[in-house]
């Protein structure tokens, strides 16, 4: 049986579980570039001008190129801008992550909005696969990605969840303002910043979040009533 003490664990992939700034998002940048050269002709200056800008606008530079250009098949963007064997020869888990994760006790689901193919070999590159139930990626709700609100309700749905049950653990200080809103606890891994008003605990490592939840649960013990 769930203990229903324990949350719902959401963990972001990307810059949570690994450090994806390492080696990733340059080979997944620069395979984008590549694809929108390809498929839309333009050059290398024009192309990552238009990646980096449907990013910042969408969330996810799949969303601009759904919008904007409807011929582009985004699972074989998502296959093409995501070649596992390149992304796979150099992974950097986050410093302790197996320890980390078997100190969290509850359910655990991977909310990526990266592509499911490329989040699950990830986690078994890392060797965590073990620790999560689910992996709830780009392609599960209909190529919605956080912080939209839908990415998360899609979520919420499909694992018959309420969010004053989860914990959303994130590098994004934008998808914890959408899970905050929702009703969720919030933990924004962040090395250099302080807090923010969307955000219940702020990390500056992964590690350090077993003995930080279990402060916050005993500081705030006196708010629940059940």
């Not at 098949?73 to 150099?90: G, V």
């Not at 402060?215 to 059940?226: I, L």
């Amino acid at each position: 049986m769930h203990n229903s003490k324990h949350p719902v664990w959401l963990f972001d992939l990307d810059n949570t579980l690994h450090d994806a700034s390492r080696h990733a998002f340059p080979v997944i940048d620069a395979a984008m570039t590549r694809f929108l050269v390809e498929r839309l002709a333009l050059d290398d200056a024009a192309a990552t001008a238009l990646r980096v800008g449907y990013w910042q606008r969408y969330g996810a530079t799949l969303i601009g190129l759904l919008r904007h250009h409807p011929h582009i098949d985004p699972h074989e963007f998502l296959a093409l801008t995501h070649p596992l064997d390149i992304l796979l020869a150099s992974l950097h888990p986050m410093p302790g992550l197996q320890r980390t994760l078997a100190q969290l006790p509850g359910r655990k689901i991977l909310f990526t909005n990266g592509p499911q193919a490329y989040a699950e070999a990830i986690l078994r590159g890392i060797g965590v696969a073990s620790e999560f139930e689910a992996v709830h990626a780009i392609e599960h709700g209909g190529f919605s990605p956080k912080p939209h609100m839908r990415s998360f309700r899609h979520l919420l749905h499909a694992y018959q969840l309420q969010p004053a049950d989860c914990v959303m653990v994130e590098d994004t200080v934008a998808n914890l303002h959408t899970a905050r809103r929702l009703g969720m606890k919030t933990v924004w891994l962040r090395r250099h910043r302080s807090g923010h008003a969307s955000v219940d605990i702020v990390l500056r490592r992964l590690a350090e979040l077993p003995a930080r939840w279990r402060d916050w649960c005993a500081a705030h013990a006196h708010d629940h009533t059940s």
